[in-house]
């Protein structure tokens, strides 16, 4: 099986490229100019990897053409909830418009079995805890301009199913996080910010945002996991929600990894890290993915924490 993944090179992109090569897959996949690609130096003579941007059509399209995919997954996007309130034009151009560019040119393809589209629980926007868990067919209300461009993207593939009969399946992936993810997102930030402490030798502090949120949060091997069990088993048309299904707040992940360290850790509440908008509670109801896709996730919160802070200790 021939396998295309948009933004290969990316956190998600590389633990999907090691997962699919583990099951057989024939990898190919695209980079922007300049990006690097440390987090698949181990795999770099397995896979193939073209230079395009989302949003360069003949670019892109050279590299589908070359690459004859069976199965396409799109995980290109500009994806930091804070970052997209200060770039929300960018936001929209690379999700949105960077999506319809890759179906326009899959619609000519005489290979694709499957496309595999993944979308973000940001696209549901703050419901009342008594709608928790949050189910696929649920309304999307979305409250930051990352969540609309990922919204719009969303319908605009369920659209492409409905048109041009692309074999489109939308996944709604919840918070994951583990080794290789960078700065700009909750888990990371403080890991990164752990890890300076820990070498400085002295006591230091960490700067927070709201950690009163409560999030579902997963471990990316799960996901990708799950990505690749959407493209076997999933329905085209269809959404399934990839999540772990249970909620903490942010203060209770932040407790846990200082916990894993023996640094003298004071936390600051900063005003810059507060968002416009905030979301207070995201889980999700992967009963429909367990049922139809087989998702079964494996990795307990405490390791994914601990590889990822291990990952922040050596880079």
């Known amino acids: 099986m021939r ?11 590389s633990h999907l490229a090691e997962n699919l090569l583990n099951h057989n897959y024939e990898v190919f996949g695209t980079s922007l100019m300049g990006e690097r690609r440390d987090y698949v130096a181990g ?11 989302i949003n360069d059509a003949r670019a892109l399209k050279k590299a589908v053409t070359s690459a004859k995919p069976q199965v396409v997954f799109h995980l290109a996007a ?11 034009v960018d936001t929209m ?12 040119i899959l619609r000519d393809s005489k290979s694709v079995q499957k496309i595999v589209f993944v979308s973000s629980a940001d696209i549901f926007g703050p419901l009342p805890p008594a709608k928790m868990p949050i189910k696929p067919d649920y309304p999307l209300h979305p409250v930051s301009p990352y969540g609309a461009s990922k919204a719009a993207a969303d319908i605009l593939s369920y659209q492409y199913f409905r048109a041009y009969g692309l074999p489109i399946v939308r996944i709604r992936a919840f918070n994951h996080t583990g080794p290789r993810q960078g700065t700009g997102y909750v888990i990371p930030d403080f890991c990164s910010q752990i890890t300076r402490i820990e070498s400085s030798g002295r006591r230091g502090t960490i700067k927070v945002g709201d950690t009163s949120a409560r999030r579902d949060i997963s471990d990316v091997r799960d996901i990708v996991n799950g990505y690749r069990q959407a493209a076997a088993k999933g329905k085209p048309g269809e959404a399934y929600i990839l999540a772990s ?14 916990n894993m360290s023996t640094a003298e850790i004071d936390i600051k509440i900063a005003k810059e890290l507060l968002r416009p908008v905030e979301v207070p509670l995201l ?13 079964n996730p494996k990795y307990k919160i405490e390791q994914t924490l601990l590889d990822t802070l291990d990952f922040w200790r050596k880079n």
């Open 3 to 13: 396998a295309f993944i948009t933004g290969i090179t990316g956190f998600a992109g």
């Open 43 to 53: 795999i770099k003579n397995a896979i193939s990897i073209a230079t395009a941007d």
């Open 78 to 88: 500009l994806a930091a909830v804070g970052r997209s309130f200060t770039v929300p």
């Open 93 to 104: 151009t690379i999700n949105l418009m960077g999506t319809q560019n890759l179906y326009e």
């Open 245 to 258: 299904g249970k909620a903490d707040s942010i203060r209770h992940y932040l407790k846990l990894l200082t």
């Open 283 to 295: 889980v999700g109801s992967i009963a429909k993915s367990k049922k139809e896709l087989g998702y």
